[in-house]
């Protein structure tokens, strides 16, 4: 059986890339909201940037996927919550997205800390955002909560 979806995103933006901003929207219509130079380079900006979205969608898809492997393995997790930290770096060439660490923590009962771990990196390398995201180097840190002693 073959499967493909096509999902959509819009932005606009006014102004000059210092002193203007934007809006993002999801095409589901989840999410629309503004973002600007500031939300990117700064802390404590109340907009979005690239950056937190990408890394919305990689953590998002890496916790599908690893709920998925588990489940499929016979262990559905309990909770799995994931964080994705995305770092943005001013280079010779221009600003890159250097590196995103994912850190996942799982409350998975029947699963040891090793199988969490390999599962965990399963995931990471199949999941299709990271995949989308090979440029980028992709950095996983695993927790098993509880699951078997």
């Known amino acids: 059986m073959s499967f493909a979806i096509t999902r959509t995103a819009q932005a606009s933006w006014r102004g000059t890339v210092a002193e203007g901003g934007g809006r993002l ?14 939300a990117r380079v700064e802390d404590g900006q ?4 690239p950056e937190e979205l990408i890394g919305a969608a990689n953590a998002g898809c890496f916790t599908m996927s690893l709920a998925d ?24 060439e221009g600003f890159r997205i250097a590196r995103i660490t994912l850190s996942t923590e799982g409350e998975v009962p029947g699963v040891d800390d090793a199988q969490f771990q390999e599962f965990a990196e399963r995931a990471k390398s199949t999941c299709p955002v990271s995949l989308a995201l090979a440029g980028t180097e992709i950095a996983l840190e695993a927790r098993l909560l509880y699951g078997t002693p």
């Open 69 to 92: 492997l588990l489940t499929n393995a016979g262990h559905p997790p309990e909770e799995l919550r994931t964080t994705a930290r995305v770092r943005l770096e001013q280079r010779p």
């Open 46 to 49: 109340p907009s979005a940037n």
């Open 25 to 38: 929207g999801l095409g589901s219509g989840a999410f629309e909201g503004p973002f600007t130079l500031k």
